[in-house]
């Protein structure tokens, strides 16, 4: 069984930080990628950042700079550290693991930006 629970989102004024954190059940956590993805109303979903089981990080182009990914996998989890916030990032982020098309979602967490 594979379940992976999301905390940390909620409601910051532009500049501000969150940190999300997915926590995943199931074995061999270490050996899957590891992703961030969010979805804006009336949007597709967006990939925002990945990180490898030797992390390998990589992010879109948006959030360099501004966001970071890491995980810990003795605690196996994941997490999103997101420093300057601006209104465009306001979205539901989902933690994923192996791939967007065959891995497993979290359940989501909303990001609100706004003053």
């Known amino acids: 069984q594979v379940q992976l629970v999301q905390s940390g989102g909620g409601l910051v004024q532009p500049g501000g930080s969150l940190r999300l954190s997915c926590a995943a059940s199931g074995s061999s956590f270490d050996i899957y990628t590891m992703g961030w993805y969010r979805r804006a109303p009336g949007k597709q979903r967006e990939f925002v950042a990945s990180?490898?089981?030797?992390?390998?990080?990589t992010y879109t182009y948006s959030v360099k700079g501004r966001f970071t990914i890491s995980r810990d996998n003795n605690k196996n989890t994941l997490y999103l550290e997101m420093n300057n916030l601006k209104p465009e990032d306001t979205a539901v982020y989902y933690c994923?693991?192996?791939?967007?098309?065959?891995?497993?979602w979290g359940q989501g967490t909303q990001v609100t930006v706004s003053s």
């Open positions: 994923n693991r192996g791939d967007p098309v065959r891995g497993y």
């Open positions: 990180i490898t089981g030797r992390n390998i990080t």
